[in-house]
């Protein structure tokens, strides 16, 4: 009998206490579904972190501007001021009476000539009581860059003859109330004013001594420079209020750039979301990057520790 | 069918009757219960070549049944025989045991390995041969268990033991030769 035959026949049978042992054990979860639970965990944080980011930053719609040519677009009373008018259809104003009101408008239109369209929307302008205030054209990118100013009154007619000139392809209106600004401006007048007044009389007191004299006239002067300017800046804001601005942007087929599309709110929650998520990796990509040298120092001491482990396990087995 | 049940019917394995509620218990690693009752005998009898102490066997054996029940979800069949798969954790955990032994022994500064072997190394076994077995090296009683007790082929021995075939076919040998020369 072969040794071989010798051993098989007396192979060690376990005892069955040890099998008993064995048959005992537990499941346990696995480490692994732990790492897939929290990695899970973690990818549910960032993303509802980034839905709610977009929630938040996305916000109403602002509706100060009227974008594009609705049949009759409508802005909101209490949107800027309490007396902003409507804006109707081809750029209609119903001018408040009673407020001073800026109005600002922008029109992009796409046109066949560029240069005769330049002249004739000057033109208007000028048939209508107003100026072109900067006309800048270029001729290699065929567009032309205008920013005309016409009378309030005016400025519903100003805009069905601009959007004649061509086809429109964007168009924005806005109005901001001045009267806010005016009243301020008239009441540090006023004050300056009386203060001028009550300088003036002090001055002219006979008994005044010089030193006082001297602080006196030149707390005057400041306060009639000061005078000066607000009667400047309300002269602006008054002006502001009765031309309104109409920036209007020619170009060709080609030259015209095609109109931002304005998404919803669904659709810019989800571009806020998903610049969010793309913060989100970055900063993990950031630490990645910045952990990689320690990552690798470890992973270099751990090839080296198993290399050594393997070493003396063929040592501890001769 | 799992390989382990396909193998239980092949041999005609007729499990202990502990083991027929082993499913319901071990839940979805019931394939595990099956690969108990048959490779058990087999890592036990390969622990105790390897380590020469029958207790420390059982102790390492069920230490290895309780890390592959661990990891039984990872074990791919494709790669190996679940046998294979045991012994490889089997090696780790005996390595492990070694290391453990030699610290033990350094600091009780006892270097006498046959005073740790009281017990009768085989059950049967002829005197002569016992005692051969004993003085072969532990990498020499492993690779005898692997490739004649467990019948392991070459290939999935050296890959236990992580060596080459053709060194664990040398040691084979040579492990062979001094057992005949001295039984």
């Known amino acids: 009998m072969s040794v071989e035959a010798v051993l098989r026949a007396h192979a060690p049978q376990a005892p069955e206490s040890l099998r008993a042992r064995v048959l005992e054990l537990e499941p346990r979860r696995m480490p692994s579904r732990r790492l897939v639970l929290v990695l899970a965990v973690a990818l549910v944080a960032a993303v509802a972190a980034a839905v709610v980011h977009g929630l938040v930053s996305s916000g109403p719609a602002p509706q100060q501007v009227v974008r594009g040519f609705a049949p009759h677009v409508e802005l909101a009373p209490s949107v800027k001021s309490p007396a902003v008018p409507s804006v109707s259809a081809g750029g209609s104003v119903g001018a408040a009476t009673t407020r001073l009101q800026q109005y600002e408008a922008s029109l992009e239109l796409r046109v066949k000539d560029v240069p005769n369209a330049t002249t004739r929307a000057t033109r208007i302008a000028a048939a209508l009581g107003g100026y072109a205030q900067s006309v800048q054209y270029s001729s290699s990118s065929k567009s032309a860059y205008l920013v005309l100013r016409v009378p309030v009154p005016d400025v519903k007619t100003a805009i069905a003859r601009l959007t004649a000139l061509g086809t429109i392809v964007s168009q924005n209106l806005s109005v901001t109330d001045l009267e806010h600004d005016l009243q301020v401006e008239s009441t540090q007048i006023a004050q300056l004013r009386r203060t001028i007044a009550a300088l003036e009389a002090a001055l002219r007191n006979p008994s005044l001594p010089d030193a006082q004299r001297v602080i006196l006239q030149i707390r005057l002067a400041n306060a009639k420079r000061a005078l000066n300017e607000r009667l400047n800046a309300r002269t602006g804001t008054i002006a502001a209020g009765q031309t309104a601005r109409i920036s209007v942007e020619l170009g060709t087929k080609h030259a015209v750039v095609p109109p931002a599309h304005r998404p919803g709110r669904l659709g810019r929650i989800v571009h806020s979301a998903v610049g969010f998520l793309g913060l989100e990796a970055a900063i993990a990509l950031y630490a990645l990057i910045a952990l990689s040298p320690l990552a690798l120092v470890a992973a270099l001491f751990w090839s080296l520790r198993e290399a050594r482990r393997r070493r003396d396990d063929r040592l501890v087995m001769e | ?183």
């Not at chain 2, 270097?111 to 051969?132: K, N, R, S, T």
Request: hydrophobic share 40%; proline share 4%; with cysteine.
């Open chain 2, 1 to 183: 069918m799992t390989i382990g049940r396909r193998r239980a019917v092949k041999k005609g394995v007729n499990a202990a009757s502990t083991l027929l509620d082993a499913p319901r218990r071990l839940g979805r690693n019931a394939g595990f219960a099956e690969v108990v009752a048959e490779e058990l005998d087999a890592v036990y009898g390969y622990l105790v070549y390897l380590t020469g102490d029958r207790s420390a066997a059982e102790d390492l054996a069920a230490e290895t049944f309780e890390k592959a029940f661990r990891t039984w979800r990872r074990f791919d069949p494709r790669r190996g025989s679940p046998r294979t798969w045991l012994c490889r954790i089997a090696h780790n955990v005996a390595i492990d045991w070694f290391r453990s032994e030699a610290r033990r022994r350094k600091r009780e500064d006892t270097y006498a390995q046959q005073q740790d072997i009281v017990d009768e190394f085989v059950d049967g076994l002829p005197g002569p041969l016992e005692q051969a077995l004993r003085e072969l090296s532990p990498a020499e009683r492993e690779v005898v268990a692997l490739r004649v007790l467990l019948d392991l082929d070459g290939p999935s021995a050296s890959r236990v033991l992580g060596i080459s075939q053709t060194a664990c076919s040398t040691r084979l040998s040579r492990a062979l030769k001094r057992l005949e020369e001295k039984a």
